[in-house]
């Protein structure tokens, strides 16, 4: 077991910075006001749906769905390679927040973007196939293939090094 001290503060993603980076996904032009109106009347929705607390279920939702790594470019050589790199946690969750957006307003219907946001992540509970799965997966797979490109890590944060 792993007590809380030993835990590094990057390696963690509380429901305020969830709050933080969720309202900050959605807001446009400005208005984040609207923005945090709209979020609790989410995480009222949730609440009324599953009967949990609407924060908690979009943490635990979201830690299934974010990616795990991330492809970093890098030209060597003259090719462009991608790069499978550790990702941290607050960019992960961020990179979900976006995929789930993205994903929500792609099927914006009469009722709005609550109603479709609402309708994705109902989507995303009792459908395990859905499209920001399939986004993650498919990001999972690439990094997966690019595998033999690891050996390129070093040169992301030191440059090409030569030695004599």
């Not at 609790?40 to 795990?68: E, H, M, S, W």
């Not at 050589?77 to 969750?93: E, L, M």
């Amino acid at each position: 077991m792993v007590h809380l001290s030993q835990i590094k503060r990057t390696d963690v993603f509380s429901k305020r910075d969830l709050i933080a980076c969720f309202i900050g996904s959605i807001t446009k032009r400005g208005k984040k006001q609207k923005s945090a109106r709209f979020f609790n009347y989410l995480c009222y929705a949730i609440a009324r749906t599953y009967g949990v607390d609407g924060v908690r279920f979009l943490q635990i939702l979201l830690d299934n769905t974010r990616p795990k790594i991330f492809l970093s470019s890098k030209k060597i050589a003259g090719v462009i390679h991608k790069i499978p790199t550790p990702i941290s946690v607050r960019k992960s969750y961020s990179m979900a927040i976006h995929w789930l957006i993205v994903s929500a307003s792609k099927r914006v219907a009469a009722g709005g973007f609550e109603q479709a946001l609402l309708g994705e992540i109902n989507d995303l509970y009792k459908n395990p196939s859905n499209s920001v799965i399939k986004k993650r997966d498919e990001f999972h797979k690439l990094a997966y293939l690019n595998k033999p490109f690891l050996r390129y890590y070093k040169f992301l944060k030191y440059g090409f090094i030569f030695s004599f």
